[in-house]
């Protein structure tokens, strides 16, 4: 009857919004096995993230990750990765997404993976476990690991961090075909680029090009810049200045679009926050 008791004045504070109130409540209902609050406390842990109130939302997602709650290892993992509780701490970040992994979620491989990338590109040993973890998290069709396996193979987000010697083209442009055959942007626009430089094949510029408008028609803005310098020089397609300045207002539209829905989202939870969406 308590852990009732705490779910109903938990739910009755997140409607008057005293969410400091209802994290008490809610915490005594969960530590006494009541399933109906673990999502209200998980929903009312991501308020506090995203209101920055980080050790509020720690305090939460500590009780539902000791539970077998994936997601909420997913935002320990964040907040340990970035320090958003005063100290960075990669080694409890890459645990907590190890975790969640564990507990069903692949984005939680991706994640790890991805904590390994600087290590992963100037150590061989390294690299052959982040590339486990990026095609654990590819089974879970979590595509765009794939962009990340080219990119261990390969150079770009990461070049300072490259050791020239691990570089293999070939293989980089491998994984890149397989993540755009099964519909990811950034695979389609890096294969694009490959083919473009000839980077592990020959060079092949209206392949290229085929791939940078797959690209765009995938949101990618940065392809549609692309293909506007393709059409301005008359690469791999015929010169139309029509053409060029199209993709390249499209390149700039995608921008902006991109900018002010995560200016909108961000201020949706911010500000709009319900425990019952």
Same mark, same amino acid.
């Given at each position: ?53 980080? =050790? $509020? #939302? ?6 539902? !990750?000791? /539970? &077998?709650?994936? +997601?909420?290892?997913?935002?320990? @993992? ?91 083209? =070939? $293989? #980089? ?6 993540? !755009?055959? /099964? &519909?990811?942007? +950034?695979?389609?626009?890096?294969? @694009? ?85």
């Amino acid at each position: 009857m308590k852990s009732t008791e705490d779910l109903r004045l938990g739910k009755q504070y997140l409607k008057i919004r005293s969410y400091d109130k209802a994290l008490e409540h809610l915490t005594k209902a969960v530590i006494q096995g009541d399933r109906a609050a673990v999502s209200l406390l998980y929903k009312l842990g991501v308020h506090f993230f995203d209101e920055k109130e980080y =050790k $509020k #939302a720690e305090q939460a997602f500590q009780l539902l !990750a000791g /539970r &077998g709650h994936a +997601e909420s290892c997913i935002y320990l @993992g964040k907040i340990s990765e970035y320090g958003d509780t005063g100290r960075k701490d990669i080694q409890a970040a890459f645990g907590y997404y190890a975790e969640a992994y564990r507990l069903g979620l692949p984005r939680g491989a991706y994640k790890a993976g991805k904590l390994m990338m600087p290590d992963a590109l100037r150590s061989e040993e390294v690299r052959d476990i982040a590339v486990n973890w990026f095609m654990a998290a590819a089974e879970g069709n979590l595509y765009q690991s794939y962009a990340k396996l080219g990119q261990l193979y390969s150079v770009g987000a990461y070049d300072r961090f490259a050791v020239t010697s691990l570089r293999d083209d =070939k $293989k #980089a442009l491998s994984y890149y075909l397989q993540g !755009a055959m /099964r &519909g990811d942007g +950034e695979c389609m626009e890096r294969a @694009g680029l490959a083919f473009l430089h000839g980077f592990g094949t020959e060079i092949n510029v209206k392949r290229a090009a085929i791939l940078f408008r797959q690209a765009a028609d995938h949101g990618r803005a940065t392809a549609c810049m692309r293909l506007g310098h393709l059409y301005d020089l008359g690469m791999g397609v015929y010169r139309d200045m029509k053409q060029s300045v199209y993709w390249y207002m499209e390149a700039y539209r995608r921008g902006i679009e991109r900018r002010s829905e995560e200016r909108r989202v961000g201020k949706e939870c911010r500000s709009r926050w319900s425990p019952y969406h």
